[in-house]
């Protein structure tokens, strides 16, 4: 993620704890410490809107398949919602 950047060498110390947790979510994301260190940094100071490009690609990845148990295409979805029977179909469902 921050390889096209100008990255900054640092040290830090961590607690056996942290060290632990950081490594287990290494091994099974395969996500380096490195990249969760700046990632946790990122989420607790960088505003919202300065949020990158990788980490909104991100949020439609981890979205994908949120579809996959609708019964309808895409297009029928819309049309369904576009055709006025959306008022309908809520009622209908809540009965």
Known sequence: MYAKYIMKRTQIYLTAEQD???HRRQKAT?????EQIRAAIDEKYLPK????LEDRLRA????AGAWKD???SGEEYV????SGRRLQDVLERSR
Do not use: C, H, N, Y
């Not at 439609?60 to 979205?63: A, P, T, Y």
């Open 70 to 72: 609708r019964t309808e």
């Open 79 to 82: 049309e369904r919602m576009r």
């Open 30 to 34: 395969g996500v380096t410490i490195s």
């Open 49 to 52: 809107s300065a949020r990158t």
């Open 20 to 22: 632990t947790l950081l």
């Open 60 to 63: 439609v990845k981890e979205s």
